[in-house]
């Protein structure tokens, strides 16, 4: 009974730290960062900035502003699938943060509150 329990427990760890871990790493930006980013505004359980425009080729600072008592980010992904994160930003309540996205070419992407997947928007990079 011992050895059933500890192998289960075991079995749950490894299950725990393979959720936990990203298998696909985010992109490092370098050289310089543009602070003058768009703000993304989070209330009423909604984006209320639902498309912002940034430049491409340049990394940049996105600003959070969470208005709600409920816990969202602002992820970014090469698209609606969500399957190649581009930056995905902490997750807050009732605050501000910011984050890098590092230079992007020109094209469309998709970002989310990973949180409430139904509050989605548009990043347009020219």
Same mark, same amino acid.
């Given at each position: +009974? #011992?050895?059933?329990?500890?192998?289960?427990?075991?079995? %749950?760890? !490894?299950?725990?730290?393979?959720?936990?871990?990203?298998?696909?790493?985010?992109? !490092?930006?370098?050289?310089?960062?543009?602070?003058?980013?768009?703000?993304? !505004?989070? #209330?009423?359980?909604?984006?209320?900035?639902?498309?912002?425009?940034? %430049?491409?080729?340049?990394? $940049?600072?996105?600003?959070?502003?969470?208005?709600?008592? %409920?816990?969202?980010? $602002?992820?970014?992904?090469?698209?609606?699938? %969500?399957?190649?994160? /581009?930056?995905?930003?902490?997750? /807050?309540?009732?605050?501000?943060?910011?984050?890098? $996205?590092?230079?992007?070419?020109?094209?469309?992407?998709?970002?989310?509150?990973?949180?409430?997947?139904? +509050?989605?928007?548009?990043? $347009?990079? #020219?």
């Amino acid at each position: +009974m #011992k050895r059933l329990l500890l192998t289960i427990g075991l079995v %749950a760890l !490894v299950a725990i730290s393979a959720a936990c871990s990203s298998t696909a790493a985010e992109p !490092v930006p370098s050289g310089p960062i543009d602070p003058n980013g768009p703000t993304i !505004v989070a #209330k009423n359980l909604a984006f209320t900035t639902t498309t912002v425009e940034i %430049a491409a080729g340049k990394n $940049v600072t996105l600003h959070f502003d969470n208005q709600d008592s %409920a816990p969202h980010n $602002v992820a970014i992904y090469q698209d609606s699938s %969500a399957s190649k994160k /581009i930056s995905v930003g902490q997750i /807050i309540t009732s605050a501000k943060s910011d984050q890098v $996205v590092p230079a992007l070419a020109a094209g469309t992407y998709f970002f989310r509150c990973d949180v409430h997947t139904n +509050m989605t928007g548009t990043i $347009v990079v #020219k």
